[in-house]
Each structure stands twice: as structure tokens, then as C-alpha cells.
């Protein structure tokens, strides 16, 4: 059963960065992609891009480009996820998660979320 | 970009009735759609994937259906823990999409 571990949930300032991890766990880590997910308060499910756990070679939603970086550690089975230059609006729980994607549904795990509340 | 659209917003229903909660794509996404529900607090969990496919240790009462651009979950007896949100979410083209979601709230 793959397991998806987060980090825990923060307060950040304006203008700071976060890295938010995603440890991964009882699956061999590169077999799946690692996608991110945005969701602000009350709000529905934003999908942020993902990350190639094979090559490491990150793909943007073209509405988060510019601030965002997806990364792995491959040695330690985790993904990250950082933000720089934080606004009020990136407050949400963000998630890692395994998805189906490019017309298939290998497995779909999720993370238990993140909070980030940004605010001074 | 595909663009989800679910219908209605909010849908409310009596415990043991039936709910439908559609899903309309912007263009077709052949059978590459996925239903998920997520209750407070919670991260999204799969209850239908292919169009019609229940995932993992779904109940029965949850079936989907559709192709195309058109979809409907349907939730044949509601239960008191299905009084939440639900998603779907397009995985036949980049970038990967969701709908905005039906809250079925109890009548």
C-alpha cells in the first residue's frame, strides 16, 4: 500500500519561501510520477504540475509557473515542493499525490495535505 | 485546456435516495475521467476511474458513466457519510483538470 507522508503545516510572512516534503513509502519510488495539488480554503482542487521520479524533470501548470520548484531526493523516497515570494492567496493545503494521468490509472495515492498560511 | 464543469453546485437529497451529479468537459476526454470524494479535513479519495471503473473497496452504491464530454456519477441509496464533496478530474490531456466540485448536502 503506497503511503505518502507530508510535512507539517506552517505560517509564513509575505514574501518568504516554503518547501513542503513528501515522504514516499512502500513502492519503489520511481515507478510513479508525483504530481502537486492546491486546494485554498474552501476552494476545489487545483492541479500545480509534476515530477518525473525517474529523470527529476519538473512540469509546471502554466497558472504556477515562475515561483514554484518540484524536486526529489530519490535517496530518501521523498518529493518537495518550494514556493518562493509568498502572497496572502498561497494560503491553502497543499498535496502530493499520485494521480491518473496521460490516459491512465496505474495508482492514486494522496498525501494527507500541508497548510500554508501566509500572512504577516 | 480542458474545462470541467460540474452540475449542480450544491445538490440536496434525502438519506437513502439517489443523487446524479454530472460532469461536463470542454472537449472529449474519451473514457479518462475520475470521480473523486473528499470529506472535511480530508485529501480526495478515488471512487471511479476510467469513466465507470469503481476503484479499490468502493461501495456498490457508487457507479459513473458517460464518454465524451458528458458524465454522471450516481450514488444509488445515500448513506450519511456521503453527505460530502465530490470531484471529477480529466486525465486524457496535459494540463491534468478538475471540475469545481458538488457538495451533496442532506434535504
Known amino acids: 500500500q503506497v503511503q505518502l507522508v507530508q510535512s507539517g503545516s506552517g505560517l509564513k510572512k509575505p514574501g518568504a519561501s516554503v518547501k513542503v516534503s513528501c515522504k514516499a513509502s512502500?513502492?519503489?519510488?520511481?515507478?510513479?510520477?508525483m504530481h502537486w495539488v492546491r486546494q485554498a480554503p474552501g476552494q476545489g482542487l487545483e492541479w500545480m504540475g509534476w515530477?518525473?521520479?525517474?529523470?527529476?524533470?519538473?512540469t509546471y501548470a502554466q497558472d504556477f509557473t515562475g515561483r514554484l520548484v518540484f524536486s526529489l531526493d530519490s535517496s530518501v523516497t521523498t518529493a518537495y515542493l518550494q514556493i518562493s515570494s509568498l502572497k496572502a492567496d498561497d494560503t491553502a493545503v497543499y498535496y502530493c499525490?499520485?494521480?491518473?494521468?496521460?490516459?491512465?490509472?496505474?495508482?492514486?495515492?494522496w498525501g494527507q495535505g500541508t497548510l500554508v498560511t501566509v500572512s504577516s | 485546456e480542458i474545462v470541467m464543469t460540474q452540475s449542480p453546485v450544491t445538490l440536496s437529497v434525502s438519506p437513502g435516495e439517489r443523487a446524479t451529479l454530472s460532469c461536463r468537459a470542454s472537449?472529449?476526454?474519451?473514457?479518462?475521467l475520475a470521480w473523486y470524494q473528499q470529506k472535511p479535513g480530508q485529501a480526495p479519495r478515488l471512487l471511479i476511474y476510467?469513466?465507470?471503473t469503481r476503484a479499490t473497496g468502493i461501495p456498490a452504491r457508487f457507479s459513473g458513466s458517460g464518454s465524451g464530454t458528458e458524465f454522471t456519477l450516481t450514488i444509488s441509496s445515500l448513506q450519511s457519510e456521503d453527505f460530502v464533496v465530490y470531484y471529477c478530474?480529466?486525465?486524457?490531456?496535459?494540463?491534468?483538470?478538475f471540475g469545481g466540485g458538488t457538495k451533496v448536502e442532506i434535504k
Open positions: 499525490a499520485q494521480l491518473c494521468s496521460g490516459g491512465s490509472c496505474d495508482n492514486v495515492s
Open positions: 478530474q480529466q486525465y486524457n490531456n496535459w494540463p491534468l483538470t
Open positions: 476510467g469513466a465507470s
Open positions: 472537449q472529449s476526454v474519451s473514457s479518462n
Open positions: 515530477i518525473n521520479t525517474n529523470t527529476g524533470h519538473p
Open positions: 512502500e513502492y519503489t519510488f520511481t515507478r510513479y510520477a
